[in-house]
């Protein structure tokens, strides 16, 4: 079974079509990833498919289930990094984990410990008293990158994991994103940079102006269009190097 | 809306509320008794005795009720603004099991809540002046969350609506300063014009006043009619954020 499938999806803000009749699957332990220029609508999938939009057209299932119909139920199986932090600035970084976890109901019992693990993965294990301000921004992903597993989650949505990073945080999310790949977490991600959509992805989906233009794994691309993925990346959403 | 995810919501709240009341709540008392001192001991000199009661003694009570309600308006003003637009802090839960309506449900109920603890605090103050003459002022606590309600509710249509942090002030100017000059803390309704008096009927605080007013000298009947007022209002009303917040934070 898919964990995510999109038929004909349709998304309309007022008489802006941000998403137009996209379809595509995601299979378990897949790391699929979006490809597009900003405003390609990228985000706006993600969000639908997270159950935070309802789609103004076409069907949505995640784990089989209608993003309409039973959102609490599929949340409870999800992971979320968006690409704003959204850390609550109120509690330190170990109660962040805590409070977040007491939203899936894990009881305290359980997400003290738990979240000193994902303290340890995300390498914040010295940080847990510290204030989210007095954290740099590669703590912070990483920090939203542990929260989102709290929920040991099925399925991981990473919008832009690692845009704004320097290249050696940049490499320990990817190195994280790796480990869980290695768990067979299924991925989905957003992404600007090629290499990191190379690195992670077994397949992406190229998308422009509401529209995805092609679906395949990145090396399938490659061999067809010729040079590297930035190459085919620029060919297909319009705009060539001399531009 | 299910009441056990709401619950988590309200969780968060007071996790952060006993985390940082302990910086800001002597703060609480220093309003109060800034009134009491000021309005009631300098003022109070020059004002006759109001109803039999001097003038301290009038404004006492009505001090409790206006300090519950802007507990509860701050927090679903400018408390729900920042963490539903700067903080995203409304986008972190909702990608949890929790949806908006839960959310919805959990700032208007922790709005109601900090109405009763600030309603209470301040009753500690009031009455530490000797300025209460009934237990029964106990009684009043059901009916300042209950305010509170009405008050968060209020405040959240306005939230649900303004268009940035800024608009708050047009709220605050043409809607709480009114209420409070005009809903009985400070003089009689009636010494208005008759028009003006009546308006004060339709608003929440005026009941609320006449509540803690009339429980702190140890009467019961005289409010009977405030109480059901502020019932089926907070009943009534209740729907509308839901509905507005919905539309907002879901685009």
């Known amino acids: 079974m898919d964990i995510v499938a999109a038929h004909n999806l349709v998304k309309e803000y007022g008489i802006i079509t941000a998403v137009n009749n996209v379809s595509f699957s995601i299979s378990p332990g897949e790391c699929f990833g979006f490809l597009g220029p ?23 299932t995640v784990f089989g289930v209608d993003v309409t119909r039973e959102p609490s139920a599929i949340k409870s199986r999800l992971g979320v990094m968006p690409q704003e932090d959204n850390l609550d600035p109120d509690l330190s970084v170990l109660e962040n984990l805590i409070v977040y976890a007491r939203y899936f109901d894990i009881p305290k019992k359980t997400s003290i410990p738990l979240a000193n693990d994902l303290l340890a993965f995300a390498e914040l294990q010295d940080r847990g008293k510290m204030n989210i301000k007095e954290l740099s921004g590669g703590m912070k992903r990483r920090l939203m990158l542990a929260r989102s597993l709290v929920n040991t989650p099925e399925l991981l949505i990473l919008d832009e994991p690692t845009t704004g990073l320097d290249p050696h945080s940049r490499r320990a999310v990817w190195d994280k994103l790796n480990q869980l790949k290695f ?35 990145p090396q399938n691309l490659m061999t067809e269009h010729g040079g590297n993925l930035e190459n085919v990346y620029l060919k297909l959403t319009g705009r060539n190097l001399a531009d | 809306m299910r009441i056990s995810r709401a619950w988590r919501v309200l969780q968060r709240h007071w996790t952060v509320y006993t985390k940082l009341y302990k910086s800001s709540f002597a703060l609480n008392f220093v309003e109060p008794v800034l009134y009491l001192v000021a309005m009631g001991m300098g003022l109070g000199v020059f004002v006759k005795d109001i109803n039999g009661q001097s003038y301290i003694k009038f404004i006492g009570p009505g001090i409790i009720a206006s300090s519950s309600m802007f507990a509860a308006v701050y927090e679903c003003t400018y408390g729900t603004y920042i963490r539903m637009t700067f903080q995203k802090t409304f986008d972190a839960i909702l990608a949890t099991p929790v949806n908006i309506d839960d959310l919805t449900a959990a700032e208007l109920v922790w709005a109601a809540v900090k109405s009763v603890i600030y309603g209470l605090t301040i009753m500690i103050v009031v009455a530490a002046f000797g300025l209460i003459d009934s237990w029964l002022v106990i009684l009043t606590v059901p009916f300042i969350f209950l305010c509170g309600l009405i008050f968060a509710e209020v405040s959240m249509i306005t939230t649900a609506l303004v268009p940035g942090i800024d608009s708050f002030s047009y709220f605050y100017t043409l809607f709480m300063t009114p209420l409070f000059l005009f809903s009985g803390i400070f003089f009689p309704v009636d010494t208005l014009p008759k028009a003006v008096a009546g308006l004060a009927w339709f608003t929440p605080l005026y009941h609320l006043v006449n509540i803690c007013r009339s429980f702190s000298a140890g009467h019961v009947t005289p409010v009977l009619g405030s ?14 954020p839901f509905r507005l917040m919905r539309r907002r934070v879901i685009e």
């Not at chain 1, 900003?38 to 949505?60: E, H, Q």
């Not at chain 1, 991925?187 to 397949?203: I, K, N, P, S, V």
């Not at chain 2, 109480?227 to 509308?240: D, G």
């Open chain 1, 38 to 60: 900003n405003g390609a609508g990228k985000t706006t999938v993600m969000r639908i498919i997270s159950c935070f939009l309802p789609p103004t057209s076409g069907t949505v």
């Open chain 2, 227 to 240: 109480i059901a007022w502020i019932t089926i209002v907070a009943a009534a009303l209740a729907p509308v």
């Open chain 1, 183 to 217: 768990r067979n977490t299924t991925l989905l991600l957003t992404t600007h940079y090629m290499e990191e959509a190379e690195q992670l992805c077994d397949r992406v989906a190229i998308m422009d102006a509401g529209r995805v233009v092609t679906i395949d794994t």
